[in-house]
């Protein structure tokens, strides 16, 4: 069945570092997208990936997606403490169920 | 962005009582929504597609007499957990598509589920 690997599990980072979180899929993905949930929140929708090898950026956030349409990954240069939370991708099916990765959550010390 | 609500957002309730949660799509109509529970730091599992006007999906392991869904209305979507026992206690977020056909999916704010 539909399985996405999301690694790393945590990351605790400086002020001012970068931070990736990858995502792995068993099958070849229609397309992707990325989740942002803040401690305590909910789920929020940053993203949506379709075409083999895409790129998009949103200010500091770049989100790409493999040439295969198997992996797929979010970058964040030069983390600020406002981007603490756990970061999903997520796996859409043509009936609007989205797989979820198992997160990473993402830990910045001022 | 479409917004979802979700209610209650807290709830305690004793050991084999039914708690009902409602999640509605406050400026758009929903055809689908979707219902999942998170425990603590672990990633959103899916218990079922609610499906306006028919009844909804459940994916494997979910027991379809115990998390009763009902999605009334294109804007409401419910659900019940009956006869609830301590393990229930999770964290029940509800999602709608703003648009059918696998496009991103506005998620409520969640309902904190105690059951003591």
């Known amino acids: 069945g539909q399985q996405v690997m999301q690694i790393p599990q945590y990351q605790h980072v400086q002020e001012g570092e970068d931070f990736t979180t990858y995502c792995n899929s068993s099958?070849?993905?229609?397309?992707i997208q990325w989740y942002k949930q803040r401690p305590g929140g909910h789920p929020v929708f940053l993203i949506q990936?379709?075409?083999?090898?895409e790129v998009k950026k949103q200010k500091r956030l770049t989100f790409q997606f493999g040439e295969a349409k198997k992996n797929s990954s979010l970058h964040i240069t030069a983390t600020q403490t406002t981007d603490v939370g756990t970061y999903f991708c997520a796996e859409p099916s043509n009936t609007g169920k989205l797989i979820f990765g198992q997160g990473t959550t993402l830990q910045v010390k001022p | 962005g479409a917004v979802v609500s979700q209610h209650p957002s807290r709830v305690i309730c004793k050991s084999g009582t039914s708690v009902k949660i409602e999640c509605r799509s406050l400026d758009f109509q929903a055809t689908t929504m979707f219902w999942y529970r998170q425990f603590p730091k672990q990633s959103l599992m899916l218990m079922a597609t609610?499906?306006?006007?028919?009844?909804?999906?459940?994916e494997q392991g979910v027991e379809k007499d115990k998390f009763l869904i009902n999605h009334a209305s294109l804007t409401l979507s419910t659900l019940t957990v009956t006869s609830a026992h301590p393990e229930d206690s999770s964290f029940y977020i509800c999602?709608?598509?703003?648009?059918?056909?696998?496009?991103?999916?506005?998620f409520g704010p969640g309902t904190r589920l105690t059951v003591t």
């Open positions: 099958t070849t993905l229609s397309n």
């Open positions: 999602s709608a598509e703003y648009r059918q056909g696998g496009y991103e999916q506005y």
């Open positions: 990936l379709v075409k083999s090898g």
């Open positions: 609610s499906n306006e006007g028919s009844k909804a999906t459940y």
